[in-house]
Structure formats: C-alpha cells, structure tokens
C-alpha cells in the first residue's frame, strides 16, 4: 500500500515536472491533459467485450445490475470464459505451447489506475482472478511463471491440468508437422478483454488468453501487458485488444487508444487511428488480425479490426448486442 502511493506521488512529481518543464521552454500555459469528454447523461452502467462472448456479457451485467462494481463485473465476466473447457484461446481448455504446456496470461486494472497481472502461468484456471491478488496483496503488479503459480497456490487458488481431451488430440496431430501459422479471425488469437462501467460512473477492465496457439515456451503476448492488451483511465475511458499481441504491444495500443480519446476522439475514431499506426508498420502485410475495443466516460464504444470478422458484445440498459465493426481491409 505505502509502496503504490509513493509510486502514486512519484509519477505526479513526475508529471509536475514535465509540466514545469514545458513551462520554462515554451513560456506558456500549458494545455490542459484531459479532454472534458462527460455529457449529462452517460449511458451506465454498461459492459462490452472483444468477440461474441455471449455468457461472459450476461455475467458481467448481472453484476453491474445487482449495483456491483465495474471491477467486479469484468472480473466475474471473464472468468466465464476461463472456466469454459470449449474455449480453445482462454484458461482451461486453451491451446499449449510448442511443448505441450498451456500457459496463460490475464491482467486488472480498476478506476484508480491500480493493476495486476500474471504472465506465462500454468496449473491455474482463473489467472484473472491471480491478477486481482497480484494488485490487492502485492506492492506489485506482474508476477511470472512459477512464481506466479506459487503465489496462486499461497492465496488458496488450486492446481488443476488445463489440457482437456480436445485440445491434447489437437497438439499431437499439430506436432506431425509443427507448422507454426496463425489462423485469421479462427482459433489463435480469441482473446476475452472486457470493459465496464458501473452506476457510479466508475471504469475497470479485464484482459484473459492462453496466446498464441504453439507458442514458442515462455512466449508473452499484449493481453497481461498493461497499456498493450489493456488500459484503463477512470477521467477518459478503456481500450482494450485481441489478436496478434506482438503487433499491439510494438505500439502500446490500448494506451495509444485511451490518450487518443482524451485528446477528443470518440472511441471509433481512436480505434481506427489505433489500428492504422500498426498497419502503417506493417505496410501490405495481411496475415494478421488486430481488434481494438474501445468506451468512453460517456458510455460511447468503438471497434475496429484489420480484417472483416471481429466483434464486440455490449451489454446495457438498451439491450444485449453484438456489434460487427469496420476493417482496414475490405
Ligand atoms: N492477443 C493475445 C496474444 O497475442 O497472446
């Protein structure tokens, strides 16, 4: 606790004096760094989340509409998906690396900018659960591999075998060629990253993956990378991401995302610019899917993809949808 408040005062000095700084070479005032974004009637409470995760939806708006917090709602939300054994990209179930081993990645963040997340972890089904510990428990925010696992154990979580008859079958018939490809919009990237807003006006957001499907051993992806596969700033709103994490991580996308929205774009029009940094990165390439998943203070949400195909589910006091966004490619 002391430890995140001096990291807390630490960054505002920090921040003070960068201001300053900008004070003294531009002799002016500085602008002010949040856009006023708020209207009089923002749509809350609200849930939204990458791909058409139907129940994951439910269970996170069950949560706000009880008058739960967002925190709660995103963390309930996703560990729908965790725990669903046909879910080939997220916890149990999820598909291993080169060497059998299904590792997963998850990170927290709630609406003080407080987060945890675990990278690379095995034997556990809920890692976003592990995460929430890692920020409420810990002076730190990620934890990795067997440490993570053995802090797991220490706060009660219990080992179980994530590979299940499926997706053991699929790994042996993979090894007879170990071809190593992504499968756009199918199998190798549907992570779960959600985003809500409760009564109170308050943001949190959940990210949950196995990775890439035969994934070198050790691989990390964007999803547990806070500012990558998630970000969350209480006075602007959330990002988060699916698809290829190397790609999202090389231009901190979901930060990209959040900071574009403060500087007054709506969420679609921070998405789109999200996903154009990385294309013009990547200039002809086509084997890889990115969707980012934007909402604002306002309640307001955006996505956009590279390829035709992703979705997003949100859930609202105007009904359950599962909205189809535009792509870079046709
Ligand atoms: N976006 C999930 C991953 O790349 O692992």
Not at 70 to 99: F, H, I, S, W, Y
Not at 164 to 179: D, H
């Amino acid at each position: 606790m002391e430890r995140r408040k001096f990291l807390k005062n630490s960054s505002l000095s920090a921040a003070g004096l960068v201001s300053a700084a900008a004070l003294t070479s531009c002799n002016t005032e500085p602008k002010p760094i949040n856009a006023d974004i708020s209207t009089p009637n923002p749509i809350k409470p609200i849930v939204v989340c990458t791909w058409n995760f139907f129940n994951a939806t439910n269970k996170a708006w069950e949560v706000l509409n009880s008058g739960g917090n967002a925190l709660d709602a995103v963390e309930q939300g996703v560990m729908v998906e965790e725990a669903d054994e046909t879910n080939e990209t997220v916890g149990k179930g999820g598909r291993p690396d080169r060497d059998g081993n299904v590792t997963l990645d998850a990170c927290i963040m709630d609406k003080d900018g407080n987060c945890g997340s675990v990278v690379c972890m095995q034997n556990i089904v809920h890692p976003v659960s592990v995460a929430r510990k890692v920020m409420e428990e810990t002076p730190h925010i990620i934890l990795a591999g067997k440490g993570a696992e053995k802090f797991a154990y220490e706060q009660g979580f219990k080992k179980e075998d994530l590979l299940t008859e499926s997706t053991r079958k699929q790994y042996e018939e993979w090894l007879k060629t170990s071809k190593y490809e992504t499968t756009i919009n199918i199998e190798n990237h549907d992570t779960i990253g959600m985003l809500a807003i409760d009564e109170n006006g308050d943001i949190a957001g959940a990210c949950t993956t196995s990775g890439m499907a035969y994934k070198v051993a050790g691989r990390v992806g964007d999803s547990p990378i806070i500012g990558a596969g998630l970000f969350v700033d209480n006075e602007v709103g959330g990002a988060t991401a699916t698809g290829v994490g190397e790609e999202v991580i090389r231009t901190v996308g979901s930060f990209l995302i959040v900071e574009l929205m403060r500087q007054g774009k709506s969420p679609q029009e921070a998405c789109e610019e999200g996903v154009k940094r990385i294309m013009k990165k990547n200039e002809g390439r086509k084997d890889f899917q990115i969707g980012f998943l934007a909402i604002n203070k306002n309640g307001e949400t955006g996505g956009y993809c590279v390829h035709p195909g992703f979705t997003y589910r949100e859930y609202s006091e105007n009904g359950h949808v599962n909205r189809e966004v535009t792509s870079f490619y046709e």
